[in-house]
C-alpha cells in the first residue's frame, strides 16, 4: 500500500459509482481492514445474459434493451485500503434492505461521516462506549463512518480516524 488519502479526499476520488466491497478482515489485533475497488463503466451490450427459459417475445423486449446498456463493473486496476485500528463497532449491512432515514445528517457521497445517526444515539446502549454528563467520550470522542458499496453497506464508530491507502498493483 502507498499513497495515504484521507477518506473525504477518496470519496471525491470515487467519481458517479458507488465502489465494489472487494474483502473485509478483522484480525487479532482488532484492526479492521477494508478493501474497495472502483466502479468502471462497461462497453454497451458487454455481458448480456442469454435470457434461456424466457418466452420469446419477452426475450426479444429485454434484449433490445440491454443492448443499449452498459454494466456497471469492478476496476481491478483502482483499489483501496481503509484501515480502522481502532474500532468501537462495525456492521455490514446488505444494501438492498437500508433505506435513507432523513433524520441523521452525513457529509459524503459513498464514503460518509455522520454527525448524527442511529447507531450514535444507541452507543451507549450497544457498546460500553459513553458520552459522559461533562460532554467528555469513553473511550475518546467517536465517529459514524460509512462505507456505501454497489451491494453491502458498512458503517464502522471508531475514535480514531481511518488510514486510507492507494493499493499497489
Known sequence: MKDALTF????????????????????LQEELHIIIAAAQIGNIGENIPALE???ETARQTLLGILANCRPIQVNEQCL????????????????????????????GR????????????NMGIVTDAQQLDD?????????????????????VVSHEPPIVSVSEM
Not at 437500508?98 to 452525513?106: A, G, N, Q, T, V
Not at 459513498?110 to 444515539?121: A, D, G, I, T
Open 80 to 107: 483501496y485500503e481503509i484501515c480502522f485500528p481502532n474500532y468501537i463497532i462495525y456492521q455490514i449491512r446488505n444494501e438492498s434492505f437500508c433505506s435513507y432515514d432523513p433524520e441523521e445528517i452525513r457529509h
Open 135 to 155: 460532554g467528555s467520550f469513553y473511550p475518546g470522542e467517536w465517529k459514524h463512518y460509512g462505507i456505501y458499496t454497489q451491494n453491502h453497506i458498512i458503517d
Open 110 to 121: 459513498h464514503l460518509m461521516v455522520f454527525e448524527k445517526s442511529k447507531l450514535l444515539s
Open 8 to 27: 473525504q479526499a477518496l470519496d471525491s476520488r470515487l467519481g458517479d459509482h458507488a465502489p465494489f466491497l472487494t474483502s473485509l478482515s478483522d484480525g
Open 53 to 55: 427459459g424466457t418466452d
